[in-house]
């Protein structure tokens, strides 16, 4: 069928109308005329593959990945990337209007930062091993796509690649992950369904790099992408990263930005938007390593800490220490147990960052969130502007919406970054 394509879904995906349903068509761009071929079909939609495109897009761009066809990493890489920057800042507001019900959203917009090229900037990414090879699955299915470098990683990583690829047996390996820090040193961490065979090739074949750490998972349950328990079988415990002038220890179940540059940025305007004052009591929820609680206790009274992965907050507290902050503290625990469970120390807190997973905020810190009348102000970070425009909604009963701005964290995919500043009404 012949299909024009007018929008994206939130998987990337060109979306288009027709008499018979919508239409979802991978690597289509707003503006194609596309003769399409249908791969699944139901009574309310049907996904595509381009047969052919009759007229393309005029922010069409020859992608510069010789994978990007068939690969599932990347979203725009034949997308203009100003105009991916206007359609995610739209899509923003059309899920503020339509989700969180925000009126006058052109008077609260405050800032779109964007990079000026987007590659080579991720830090750390996951690959699949198949038939002793290595690569990302095409969207939406189990095709895989063998690759020998990835355009939006550090180039360290792709070192780690190339040396990898020489590898003639991976044995039971499914899964890679690879990270890079601020000095080009990496982290390897090898995902099997059991005790791996085959380390020592592995190990050989990085040596030649900045390898610091190397480590065995076995995960048994791929609903998750790591199993519990971690061994190590090179180097150092942890690698260390940087944002702005603080250096932080990640462990390999830890979670850090993936871009460094852009983190940069948002962390910066968040806590600029915290306004943080040295009578403050900050808390720092789903803090992670401490990147942001450290990063605003230069300029605050006192910052409190909150992250359930255990290994994480350890981190942390290593993290104030190698940075020399002694007015961070930090707590394993759920964050929407947090407040009630709150020390006398902490009694004051007045202000709050938070910046949670895809699936946003615990709908029973949002009732906290409601309750707490000593809450001046509220920074929500976010990677899913659905889910915050869902917790929007019903946290602007109590709370101002002041300012959002944007951050593509994520150039060339679906995904960004956003940050709303709020103060109790």
């Given at each position: 069928?012949k299909?024009?394509?007018?929008?994206?879904?939130?998987?990337?995906?060109?979306?288009?109308?027709?008499?018979?349903?919508?239409?979802?068509?991978?690597?289509?761009?707003?503006?194609?005329?596309?003769?399409?071929?249908?791969?699944?079909?139901?009574?309310?939609?049907?996904?595509?593959?381009?047969?052919k495109?009759?007229d393309?897009?005029?922010?069409?761009?020859?992608?510069?990945?010789?994978?990007?066809?068939?690969?599932?990493?990347?979203?725009?890489?034949?997308?203009?990337?100003k105009?991916?920057?206007?359609?995610?800042?739209?899509?923003?507001?059309?899920?503020?209007?339509?989700?969180?019900?925000?009126?006058?959203?052109?008077?609260?917009?405050?800032?779109?930062?964007?990079?000026?090229?987007?590659?080579?900037?991720?830090?750390?990414?996951?690959?699949?091993?198949?038939?002793n090879?290595?690569?990302?699955?095409?969207?939406?299915?189990?095709?895989?796509?063998?690759?020998?470098?990835c355009?939006?990683?550090?180039?360290?990583?792709?070192?780690?690649?190339?040396?990898?690829?020489?590898?003639?047996?991976?044995?039971?390996?499914?899964?890679?992950?690879?990270?890079?820090?601020?000095?080009?040193?990496?982290?390897?961490?090898?995902?099997?369904?059991?005790?791996?065979?085959?380390?020592?090739?592995?190990?050989?074949?990085?040596?030649?790099?900045?390898?610091?750490?190397?480590?065995?998972?076995?995960?048994?349950?791929?609903?998750?992408?790591?199993?519990?328990?971690?061994?190590?079988?090179?180097?150092?415990?942890?690698?260390?990263?940087?944002?702005?002038?603080?250096?932080?220890?990640?462990?390999?179940?830890?979670?850090?930005?993936?871009?460094?540059q852009?983190?940069?940025?948002?962390?910066?305007?968040?806590?600029?938007?915290?306004?943080?004052?040295?009578?403050?009591?900050?808390?720092?929820?789903?803090?992670?390593?401490?990147?942001?609680?450290?990063?605003?206790?230069?300029?605050?009274?006192?910052?409190?800490?909150?992250?359930?992965?255990?290994?994480?907050?350890?981190?942390?507290?290593?993290?104030?220490?190698?940075?020399?902050?002694?007015?961070?503290?930090?707590?394993?625990?759920?964050?929407?147990?947090?407040?009630?469970?709150?020390?006398?120390?902490?009694?004051?807190?007045?202000?709050?960052?938070?910046?949670?997973?895809?699936?946003g905020?615990?709908?029973?810190?949002?009732?906290?969130?409601?309750?707490?009348?000593?809450?001046?102000?509220?920074?929500?970070?976010?990677?899913?502007?659905?889910?915050?425009?869902?917790?929007?909604?019903?946290?602007?009963?109590?709370?101002?919406?002041?300012?959002?701005?944007?951050?593509?964290?994520?150039p060339?995919?679906?995904?960004?970054?956003?940050?709303?500043?709020?103060?109790?009404?």
């Amino acid at each position: 069928m012949k299909v024009k394509i007018i929008d994206y879904d939130f998987k990337g995906r060109g979306l288009a109308k027709t008499d018979q349903g919508l239409v979802f068509v991978d690597k289509a761009v707003i503006g194609d005329l596309l003769e399409v071929i249908v791969t699944k079909k139901t009574k309310k939609y049907a996904n595509a593959k381009i047969a052919k495109i009759i007229d393309p897009s005029e922010d069409r761009v020859e992608a510069k990945c010789p994978y990007f066809k068939k690969c599932g990493g990347c979203d725009f890489l034949n997308y203009d990337y100003k105009k991916q920057i206007e359609w995610k800042k739209d899509k923003l507001i059309q899920d503020l209007k339509r989700i969180a019900a925000i009126s006058q959203i052109d008077k609260k917009l405050d800032k779109s930062i964007y990079m000026d090229q987007g590659y080579k900037y991720r830090n750390n990414i996951q690959l699949k091993v198949k038939e002793n090879k290595i690569g990302y699955f095409s969207k939406d299915s189990n095709e895989f796509v063998p690759i020998k470098s990835c355009l939006l990683a550090e180039d360290p990583i792709n070192q780690a690649i190339r040396s990898l690829n020489e590898i003639n047996n991976f044995y039971n390996i499914t899964d890679l992950v690879i990270r890079s820090n601020y000095k080009g040193e990496l982290m390897v961490i090898l995902i099997a369904d059991g005790k791996i065979k085959n380390t020592n090739t592995i190990l050989n074949k990085l040596l030649d790099l900045k390898l610091v750490s190397l480590y065995e998972n076995i995960n048994t349950n791929k609903r998750f992408r790591y199993g519990k328990n971690f061994r190590k079988i090179y180097g150092q415990d942890k690698i260390v990263d940087k944002i702005n002038d603080l250096e932080f220890e990640i462990s390999p179940q830890s979670f850090f930005q993936i871009n460094r540059q852009q983190t940069e940025k948002l962390y910066n305007l968040a806590i600029d938007y915290l306004d943080p004052k040295e009578e403050d009591k900050i808390l720092d929820l789903y803090c992670g390593v401490g990147s942001i609680s450290l990063s605003v206790a230069e300029k605050s009274g006192e910052v409190l800490g909150v992250e359930i992965v255990e290994e994480a907050i350890k981190n942390a507290r290593k993290n104030a220490i190698i940075n020399k902050i002694e007015n961070a503290n930090f707590v394993a625990e759920k964050s929407e147990n947090i407040i009630e469970k709150i020390s006398e120390k902490y009694q004051g807190i007045n202000k709050i960052i938070l910046d949670p997973p895809r699936s946003g905020l615990h709908k029973d810190l949002v009732e906290e969130l409601l309750e707490s009348k000593n809450i001046e102000k509220i920074v929500y970070i976010s990677c899913n502007p659905a889910t915050q425009a869902r917790d929007l909604k019903i946290l602007k009963e109590k709370y101002e919406i002041e300012k959002i701005s944007l951050v593509d964290m994520f150039p060339n995919t679906v995904h960004v970054e956003t940050i709303v500043l709020m103060s109790r009404k």
